[in-house]
């Protein structure tokens, strides 16, 4: 979060390109400020004589220079905190200005008095003239040029010097002529020598090449592209060194406190501030760089509430969170860690503040636009800043719930698995037990079968053959045998201890 004001600055700085792209001009707060001008878009779709391509493209990318050079120089003002911006002429509806090609404005909008600026992308002719000094010293029309001229930054050393040559030139003819009694001319050669090195201090760099210009008017949308990548490494190399310091000072002063408690030796100690350092400076860059392409392209949007939203903790928060969550999904992907693990490691406080970050941008848009509607337009600064806050604490609120319920039922899917996995594992003992005892209740029962089946058999065959003959103690012998075979004792074993019973009244028969 140290890094949310770092990211809108940079971002809104790199928007600015992004802008001159689109034909778009937003304020810092994301509202419209209007553009009536031209757009690199646009000049890359006005059509070519091919009979005069090249002079063509090299007039068309001078409209383009004019954008670019007011995104770049509206982006270097807002990076180093000035409020003024520079608008062409065209763009705040001053079409084709005698005069200027841009005007300065301040916070509010309005022009600043004496801020004109002109812009000449018109290079060098066959003879190594550079065509703007001779433009400012010839034209008739001369005392008109009462402002700075913008050119090429990569010719600007060359028209200086060439100025100052064609003034040495001229002085050198206006004493040779002097010398001959010729003081008018010799005069005119002077006071044209004079303009010359004037002329040096009408022009100044600007801030891209001819070359520059050329590849705005031909590949637009590369070169914006290109533009805002730069910016936002920028950004997070300078986001990058500022976290490797912080961190790297804390982490040594903990580790030297190590060092001095004899809780670690001094190359363990070193080697831990450089792991954390460069941890830090890595984790500090990417967000820098990332949340700065996410905020300039959130400033750009067509929807006022995306452009709302961006100038909250979203684009820093959205950053991190893509960081963290990166870390996490590699670690899970490896095995490393659990689904639970893996959203507990995502945090709360990310999650939830992601959450409170889009709701505080649309609970700004919403109470601005509710505030103008009951008070007017001067209430919506009060409007978005309380709308704001309570977006920001409801969806915090909401997700903070939402968040413990989804890590309750996470836990609780875990507790189940486990569970069902102990009740897996009773089963298949008790499967495997209920196994082993049909296999050996199969061989009891084979067993005994066929004993048993001797047995009856012998029964029986005995019983049958002593029933033909009236053998009545064979008949009881074979009734033995079966009683013994099952280890019971018969009440009879023949004959006359069975008639014995019979006469006896008292006798008790034993089943």
């Known amino acids: ?66 954008l670019v050079e007011e995104a770049r120089k509206n982006q270097r003002n807002i990076l180093e905190g000035n409020k003024v911006r520079l608008r062409t002429t065209d763009g705040i509806g001053q079409t084709n200005h005698q005069q200027y090609d841009f005007v300065e404005v301040d916070e509010n909008g309005s022009v600043i008095p004496a801020s004109g600026i002109q812009m000449k992308f018109l290079g060098v002719d066959k003879a190594g003239r550079y065509t703007v000094i001779e433009k400012i010293v010839k034209d008739p029309d001369y005392k008109k040029y009462d402002t700075v001229i913008e050119i090429p930054k990569d010719q600007y050393d060359g028209a200086v010097a060439y100025a100052e040559n064609q003034a040495q030139k001229l002085r050198q003819q206006a004493e040779v002529l002097r010398s001959r009694g010729n003081l008018v001319k010799s005069e005119e050669l002077e006071a044209k020598a004079d303009q010359y090195l004037d002329s040096v201090n009408k022009i100044q760099k600007s801030e891209l090449t001819l070359e520059e210009a050329r590849n705005a008017r031909l590949h637009p949308d590369e070169f914006t592209a290109k533009e805002v990548l730069g910016s936002s490494i920028e950004a997070g190399l300078q986001a990058m060194t500022a976290a490797a310091f912080f961190s790297g000072t804390i982490s040594m002063a903990q580790n030297m406190m190590a060092v001095i408690a004899g809780e670690k030796d001094l190359g363990c100690a070193v080697a831990d501030t450089l792991k954390t350092t460069a941890g830090a400076g890595a984790s500090a860059m990417f967000v820098g760089t990332a949340g700065t392409v996410l905020k300039a ?173 009236n053998d009545f103690d064979g008949i009881c012998n074979g009734f033995q045998r079966l009683g013994q075979a099952y280890g019971y004792q018969m009440q009879f074993q023949d004959y006359q201890e069975f008639d014995q019973f019979m006469r006896d009244e008292h006798a008790v028969l034993h089943l």
Not at 37 to 52: A, F, P, T, V
Not at 411 to 422: G, H, S
Request: aromatic residues 6%; charged residues 20%.
């Open 1 to 66: 979060m140290s890094l949310a004001e770092h990211i809108q600055r940079h971002g809104e700085a790199a928007s600015q390109m992004i802008q001159a792209n689109k034909g778009v001009r937003y304020h810092a707060s994301g509202m419209d400020l209007g553009h009536k001008g031209r757009s690199l878009q646009k000049i890359s779709e006005y059509k070519l004589n091919e009979r005069m391509r090249e002079q063509n493209i090299k007039q068309q990318a001078g409209f383009s220079a004019e």
């Open 297 to 469: 392209s959130m400033h750009t949007s067509k929807a006022q509430f995306i452009r709302c939203l961006g100038n909250s903790c979203a684009p820093t928060v959205v950053a991190t969170s893509m960081l963290q969550l990166s870390k996490g999904l590699i670690r899970f992907a490896k095995g490393e860690i659990t689904p639970e693990e893996l959203f507990a490691e995502l945090g709360e406080k990310s999650i939830c503040s992601l959450a409170a970050g889009l709701g505080s941008g649309l609970g700004g848009l919403a109470g601005s636009e509710l505030a103008a509607g009951i008070g007017g337009s001067g209430m919506r600064a009060f409007g978005s800043v309380a709308g704001g806050v309570a977006g920001g604490m409801v969806t915090y609120t909401l997700c903070c719930a939402l968040y413990h319920n989804i890590s309750r039922v996470i836990k609780e899917e875990k507790l189940v698995q486990e569970r069902r996995k102990y009740l897996e594992a009773v089963c298949a003992s008790a499967v495997q037990k209920m196994d082993q005892c049909r296999v050996w209740l199969d061989g009891y029962q084979e067993q005994n079968l066929r004993k048993n089946q001797c047995i009856f058999r012998d029964f029986f065959t005995r019983v049958d053959a002593a029933v033909a003959v």
